[in-house]
DNA sequence: CCGTATCCCTTAGGATACTG
DNA sequence: CAGTATCCTAAGGGATACGG
């Protein structure tokens, strides 16, 4: 018996990708966004991986793009609706970490130093 | 302003890594479990990295190991009280899922098909 | 039975430079 | 400005075999 593939797994995978947290903590917090100063407001992401990160999430319909043809070109990301559904998801973890994060911190030291 | 580190990431990072909800997850509902067992119970995962996640998880307080000193050695693995806190935090998660995954995946589908 | 030791290999990610 | 193109690396994971 094999308790079907754990349903917590396609959920991890869709929003706790490494920077995706970090993106959508940003959107959340300074709304419409352009993209170099998305790439300011998420330190040390590079271009390219924030370019790789917005299309995954633009197709996972997590992120809206709009693109006006001025010159020189602005860009401009957002939270959809659909996003906007995971702040409360977001604040549970949250809630969990002030509870409990210090207990986790503790365990590590104390299973370092009984090494 | 760069909105402080993202709050969600550390708790994404202890709990959300690769095989460690899955092995929560089998171990919230099969309870104590042997090593061997629970290879068997999370497919496809292999000793070493089964291993890996164990102690991982030990370290971090959400798992306790017993050891019996038995011939054949037994060696059983259980939940903390710490990580039974995260149940709730699961429940929300799937909660979602069951909400939202299909407007992901609708997402997917439109933004495939648009290319 | 419960792991560790080795080796291999893929792949996500970083650095940098460049273009429409 | 908003990204691609290119190259590189390293870190983690898989397979397999072996040891206490």
Do not use: N
């Amino acid at each position: 018996m094999t308790f079907d593939p754990c349903p917590v797994t396609p959920v991890a995978e869709l929003v706790f990708g490494k920077w995706t947290t970090q993106v959508l903590w940003t959107l959340a917090h300074h709304g419409r966004t352009r993209f170099t100063e998305l790439q300011r407001l998420v330190p040390a992401i590079t271009p390219k991986v924030l370019a790789q990160r917005l299309r995954q999430m633009e197709r996972d319909g997590l992120v809206g793009r709009t693109y006006h043809a001025e010159m020189p070109p602005r860009v401009e990301y957002e939270m959809t609706p659909l996003a906007r559904t995971l702040l409360p998801v977001f604040h549970t973890l949250v809630d969990w970490s002030d509870t409990h994060l210090g207990e986790v911190e503790r365990a590590r030291e104390r299973y370092d130093a009984a090494l």
